[in-house]
Each structure stands twice: as structure tokens, then as C-alpha cells.
């Protein structure tokens, strides 16, 4: 007998389930269908094959998949399905989502612990779930004097912007939320963002603990977007162009981090610092300041502003892979579409449907999807391993390594793509 | 459209500068600061040009908004700043901005700049870099060197050897 629901009979629950559902059809009826109705009025339906798209006509055409497959593949352009759902932030979240759990089970393994175990059956695996739904039932205890607007709003802003970010990775050729001319810009812009949302937020709680995480936060993240910055200079000199898909096509033949190796070991030390992962996790340092700038949050804020940094690590792995380990580009393992599924059709025992539109996806963007994922996979290993093994390290020898060694060796980078465009080895007349 | 969404950045800048004029709030009156240094990111969208309008964020809401942020935060307020409250600098304020909006409106207007052709593909940054390195290149040498010169005068100051740290077990 749980001590929150001290009362609890499952016929109590069940009758309740059932009266809510009593009371959700009878509302539908009586007000959701005819108010359904009137707004039908107002609204001018589209005309497919000169017939009136009505709500009748498309749930028709849902049930039978020689009408609803097209349409799918229609939706699937659109750009609320590439914001909310694929190369956006569905993608990334499911993604972000699977490193939580990988990393907490992959952390406990290197510590010789069990980690989730029990949610789920199978070495927990439902844990993230109930989690989620904790967090969600939850109460959001706002401090009383803190600067209420903006502590609301910092937890979206966080998700948004990571979103933002989420949404200029390119995941398989012409799969890209934003294709723009220049997106390594726009995201040095949209990192730019995150240390204003961290200081605010800590700054609006009106505690300490937030206050001193976020003033460490500011530091390490305004110090670190130099080096971060200054070691892509390499990839754009060499490329020429600061469109992603464009620098993933360019690493046909060779990935940049074979010329390289020196911006992409600086990128990812500069990453870890931006991600405030371990070992530079001053701003949420546990052991000193509770939680750092995320001590003040509750409930689902806290599980915003989770989401959104694991969404961003999301964002960073993609980013690496993209600038240096040639993205989608890999050897076509994914097995083509078999032919006759579009001239004969699906035969499922007595019955053969002919669909059109299949297939839904490409052979190539499944294929670089497959590489794009792996290849993320394998940098986000790489990510949380640290913080397996390393101690975290002082404030000042942060900002040391960010100023004096990350710097000049960013510069060191630049440098060699400049030798390496000059001697001959890579540009128009070299060997790419 | 475009007079649409001209209109929407011309109050969202012009509404948040003087908010952050006004606001009592430092720090709200920072934030009132990024909308406005936003708004003109936007019209230099709006004007073909998303390179430049990258490097406005980047640059000013990204690190000079930050810079201002961290100085209030650290700053007393009423440490440094005596309430005045006199009506007439006000309006004399806001005569001057008249002034100078009608100024800037004639020459303008004079100029025959009168309409703005929309849907032009954006300005290629390339060619701004060819024009940095050929017809510009004094300019370029001149930014470079004082860059140089701030950066390092910037770590020459930061490195101190006259001040020990306490903290440092060394």
C-alpha cells in the first residue's frame, strides 16, 4: 500500500477510466462535432483530383494505402514534418533521448555498477520513460524572489535554441531542415545564444548556487567559442564554402580530419567545454554548488533544459561529423528497393494491392542516414566516455587551456590548410 | 510580405531601443537591447544580406549584449547611477530625435532610393571577399593590424605579473 494513495482499489480506477471516457464521448457529440461543423464553413478545403478534400474523404483515403501513401509522402515534404519530425526535432530528441539512457548504463558499466535495471524488464529499459513522466507529474516550485518572467521562459528559450541548432545539421543528402549559404555563420550565431539563456536564467532564480554556476558558465562558454570558432577556419579555407551539405560533399574521397587532425582534436576539446560535459562541468558542478545554473528548477523545467543540452550534444556530434568526418558519405550498404513491389504489388495471402508512391524513402538517403547515425553514434561515445575517467578540472586551468593552448594550436590549424593549399597537396590542382 | 514584415522589424527594433532607454530594469533593459540589435539582424535578412545579418548576431547579441549583461550583473546600481528625473531633458531628447529623424528621412528621400526590389537571391559573401582582398586591401591590412594590435594588448593586460594569486598553490 503506497503511502500517496493510501486508499487506492483498482475499481476505483477502472470506474474512474471509465467515466472519463463516459464524458469525453458525450462532450464530443454534443459540442465537438457540431462546433467541428460550423468551422467547417470557414474553411476552404483543398480540391485533390476535383474532389473536395473533406474530413470524410481523408479519413477514406487513410484506410486505404493506394490513397494514404502519396499523401503521407506529400506530408513528409512539408516543412512541418522536416521542423517537428525527421531531420528536426523529433529526430534529434528520440536521439538525445537513447544517449540519456546509453549514457547512464555505459557510465555505470565503466564503474562496475548495475545502473537502471528494473524499469522495463530488460536491463531497464523503460527507465527514461518513467523518468519523463515523473518529471512531468511533478510540481514546479518557482523561488519567491526570483525574476519570474524571465526564469519561465529560460527553459524554452534553452530547447528552442537547441532546436534551432538541431535543425542546420544536414542527415542525408537534400535531408536538412535549413539548407542555407551560410550555415557554419548560422550556427556560430545560435551558439552565441546559449551563454545569454545559461546567465539569465541563473541570474533570475536569485539564489546563489545558480548565480555562481552561471557566471562559470558564461566564462567557459564566451572563452571556448574562439578556439571553437577558429578551428573550423581550416575546413571553410579549404572547402571554400560554409554551406554543411556542401562541405559534407566535398569529403567524397578524403574526410577532413585526415588533413586536419589538429582543428578536429581543438573542436572537440572546445565541444566538451560548450557542453559542459565532464571534465568541464564547472557550471553544474555537483559537488560544490548543488547543481550549478540548474539547481532552482523543478519538474518538467528541469526536464526542459535537459532535453535541450542533450539535444545540443546532439547538435555538436552532428556538427563534428559533418565538418570532419564526411558526414553521410559512406559505402552503399543499405539493400535497394525490390523492383517488384512497384509493378506488381504487396501480396499478403489472398491479397495483392497495388501502392503507388512507394518507395517512400530514397536508397541514398536511407543509406546516409544509416552513415550519418553511426558515424554521430560513435563521436557521442567519444563524448561520454570522460566522464568515465577524467576528474573535473579548476576554473583556472579552464580558461588557461581555452586562452593560451587551444588558441594557438586553432591557429596551428589554420596554418596547415593554408600550407596545404599553397604546397599544391589539396585544391584545384591537387588530389581532390 | 516584405512591407509586412518590414513593418513588424521596425517595431520590434524602434519599440525595444526605447524600451531599453526607459526600462528602470537594467537587466530588462539589456534584453530590450538584444531585440533591438535583432531587429536590425533582420533587416540586413530582409536586405539579401544573411551574411552580414549572421555576423550582427553572432557579434552583437551574441557577445556585446553578453558583455553588457555581465557588467550590470556585476555592478551595484545604485552605487553608480542618481535618479534625475527632469521633464525637460526628456523632451528635448525626444525633439532631437525628431530632428534627426527628419534629417535622415529628407536625405533619404533625396537620395531616390524609393523602392526596394524583393525576392533578389542573397548577396554571395564570396564576392565580399574577393573585393576585401583586391579594391579594399588597405582597409583589410588596417582592420588586421589593429586587431593584432587589441588582441595582444588585450592578453599583455590580462597577464599580469605584478599581481600574485592567492589561490595558486603553484
Known amino acids: ?432 | 510580405m516584405v512591407d509586412a514584415t518590414f513593418l513588424a522589424l521596425s517595431v520590434l527594433t524602434i519599440g525595444s531601443a526605447i524600451a531599453a532607454l526607459e526600462m528602470r530594469s537594467l537587466i530588462y533593459g539589456s534584453i530590450a537591447l538584444m531585440g533591438a540589435l535583432g531587429g536590425v539582424a533582420g533587416f540586413f535578412l530582409l536586405l539579401d544580406s544573411p551574411f552580414v545579418a549572421m555576423f550582427q548576431i553572432a557579434v552583437y547579441v551574441g557577445s556585446i549584449a553578453v558583455l553588457i549583461l555581465f557588467t550590470v550583473m556585476l555592478v551595484r546600481r545604485e552605487l553608480i547611477f542618481t535618479k534625475v528625473e527632469d521633464p525637460r531633458r526628456r523632451y528635448a531628447g525626444i525633439g532631437l530625435m525628431l530632428v534627426l529623424m527628419v534629417g535622415l528621412g529628407s536625405l533619404v528621400i533625396d537620395s531616390g532610393l524609393k523602392s526596394v526590389t524583393a525576392d533578389e537571391p542573397p548577396i554571395d559573401f564570396r564576392l565580399i571577399g574577393e573585393d576585401f582582398l583586391t579594391y579594399y586591401w588597405p582597409a583589410l591590412v588596417l582592420m588586421a593590424l589593429i586587431l593584432a594590435g587589441s588582441v595582444t594588448g588585450a592578453l599583455v593586460l590580462a597577464r599580469r605579473e605584478d599581481v600574485t594569486d592567492e589561490q595558486r598553490a603553484d
Open chain 1, 1 to 432: 500500500m503506497s503511502v500517496i494513495a493510501p486508499k487506492f482499489r483498482l475499481g476505483y480506477f477502472i470506474k474512474a477510466l471509465l467515466d472519463n471516457i463516459f464524458w469525453a464521448v458525450v462532450l464530443l457529440t454534443l459540442a465537438g462535432i457540431p462546433a467541428i461543423m460550423i468551422l467547417l464553413f470557414y474553411i476552404d478545403l483543398p480540391i485533390i483530383d476535383g474532389q473536395i478534400l473533406t474530413p470524410f474523404l481523408a479519413f477514406t483515403w487513410m484506410t486505404h494505402p493506394e490513397m494514404s501513401v502519396p499523401l503521407v509522402k506529400a506530408f513528409m515534404q512539408t516543412d512541418f514534418f522536416r521542423i517537428a519530425a525527421f531531420p528536426g526535432f523529433g529526430f534529434g530528441a528520440l536521439l538525445a533521448a537513447g544517449v540519456i539512457f546509453v549514457e547512464r548504463k555505459m557510465l555505470a558499466k565503466l564503474q562496475l555498477r548495475v545502473g537502471p535495471f528494473y524499469c522495463g524488464k530488460v536491463e531497464g529499459i523503460l527507465q527514461l520513460m518513467s523518468d519523463g513522466i515523473k518529471l512531468l507529474t511533478k510540481e514546479i516550485i518557482i523561488p519567491a524572489k526570483a525574476d519570474k518572467p524571465i526564469f519561465w521562459v529560460a527553459p524554452l528559450l534553452f530547447v528552442g535554441t537547441a532546436a534551432a541548432f538541431v535543425s542546420l545539421i544536414p542527415v542525408a543528402p537534400k535531408t536538412v531542415v535549413a539548407d542555407i549559404d551560410v550555415g557554419l555563420l548560422a550556427v556560430f550565431a545560435i551558439i552565441g545564444f546559449f551563454p545569454i539563456i545559461t546567465v539569465l536564467s541563473s541570474w533570475s532564480a536569485n539564489s546563489k548556487y545558480p548565480f555562481i554556476g552561471g557566471i562559470r558558465a558564461l566564462h567557459q562558454m564566451i572563452s571556448f567559442e574562439i578556439p571553437l570558432i577558429l578551428s573550423l577556419l581550416g575546413v571553410v579555407i579549404l572547402t571554400g564554402t560554409l554551406n554543411l551539405s556542401e562541405i559534407v560533399e566535398s569529403q567524397a574521397t578524403y574526410w577532413w580530419i585526415a588533413f586536419l587532425p589538429v582543428g578536429a582534436i581543438v573542436f572537440f576539446i572546445a565541444m566538451l567545454a560548450e557542453l559542459e560535459r565532464i571534465p568541464f562541468d564547472l557550471p553544474e558542478a555537483e559537488s560544490e554548488i548543488v547543481a550549478g545554473w540548474l539547481t532552482e528548477f523543478s519538474g518538467m523545467m528541469y526536464g526542459l533544459v535537459q532535453l535541450g543540452s542533450y539535444l545540443k550534444l546532439y547538435a555538436f556530434a552532428g556538427l563534428f561529423v559533418v565538418l570532419f568526418l564526411g558526414g553521410w558519405q559512406g559505402p552503399m550498404v543499405w539493400p535497394p528497393f525490390p523492383e517488384e513491389i512497384v509493378t506488381e504489388g504487396i501480396t499478403m495471402g489472398p491479397v495483392t494491392a497495388q501502392i503507388p508512391g512507394l518507395p517512400l524513402f530514397s536508397q541514398e538517403m536511407l543509406n546516409g542516414t544509416l552513415w550519418f547515425i553511426l558515424k554521430t553514434a560513435a563521436v557521442i561515445f567519444f563524448i561520454l566516455l570522460p566522464r568515465g575517467v577524467f576528474p573535473r578540472i579548476r576554473i583556472d586551468l579552464l580558461l588557461h587551456v581555452g586562452w593560451y593552448r587551444l588558441i594557438g594550436l586553432s591557429f596551428v590549424n589554420i596554418f596547415i590548410a593554408l600550407g596545404l593549399l599553397y604546397a599544391g597537396v589539396l585544391g584545384p590542382e591537387g588530389i581532390l
